[in-house]
């Protein structure tokens, strides 16, 4: 079964300051991983994504990513935070092969940035 | 190029009473899955439809049932409300088992 744990409920950071959201996921096989971002009442955003190749991955709206296979981490970071940034962040994983191409989604991670 | 459409946006409805919600899919992608997203919680799998019918189904009841149309457009049943299925419905649609992209959601609310 594959997994993905969001170990912090809510992240705050300073607007102009590099932000930080923790994703750790278990797959079998190579994993296929995802950031999607949601505004309050609105669908999910689709950010970035890691397939294969390089291990940092380069998103919308200056995200990125780094992909960690040794310590199964994919975090989500950006150099400089605004404000509008505030908002619901999703981490996803789904395995490569094997039938199934579902992802499964963490609980989320809120992150507020203050002015 | 339209994104993923939903409707209604929101929608009430009693205990034991039906609901269809509906999805368009991005242009160009022929898959469609559906979500329920519990507040505070990350979206639900439901199940995915693919050529008119359903390749994958997560672990919600038999309540819940869809369909896809040749246009591969989207429809998401649910029978016998109960007060728990108070939820966001997502749709999502993808290239077959690429990246899946998101609708705004349905909110519906069972009193």
């Known amino acids: 079964a594959q997994s993905v744990a969001q170990p912090e409920d809510q992240v705050n950071v300073a607007e102009g300051n590099p932000l930080t959201v923790k994703c750790t996921y278990s797959?079998?096989?190579?994993?296929?991983l995802f950031w999607y971002v949601q505004y309050p009442n609105r669908g999910l955003q689709f950010l970035l994504k890691?397939?294969?190749?390089?291990?940092l991955v380069k998103g919308s709206y200056g995200f990125e990513a780094e992909f960690n296979k040794s310590q199964t981490s994919f975090h989500l970071k950006k150099p400089s935070a605004l404000v509008s940034d505030s908002a619901l962040y999703f981490c996803a994983v789904r395995g490569s092969g094997g039938g199934s191409y579902i992802p499964t989604f963490g609980r989320g991670t809120s992150l507020i940035v203050h002015p | 190029d339209a994104g993923v459409t939903q409707s209604p946006t929101h929608l009430i409805k009693t205990r034991g009473q039906q609901v269809t919600l509906r999805c368009s899919p991005k242009?160009?992608?022929?898959?469609v899955s559906w979500y329920q997203q519990a507040l505070g919680q990350g979206p639900q799998f439901i199940f995915q439809?693919?050529?008119?019918?359903?390749?994958q189904r997560g672990n919600f009841p038999d309540r819940f049932s869809g369909h896809q149309f040749p246009n591969y457009s989207s429809e998401l049943n649910v029978n016998a409300l109960l007060l728990g299925d108070s939820a966001l419905y997502l749709c999502?649609?993808?290239?077959?088992?690429?990246?899946?992209?998101f609708g705004p959601g349905t909110r519906l609310t069972v009193l």
């Open positions: 999502a649609s993808s290239l077959m088992v690429d990246t899946q992209y």
């Open positions: 797959v079998s096989g190579n994993p296929y």
């Open positions: 242009s160009g992608h022929d898959t």
């Open positions: 890691y397939i294969t190749g390089d291990n």
């Open positions: 439809y693919y050529e008119e019918e359903e390749r």
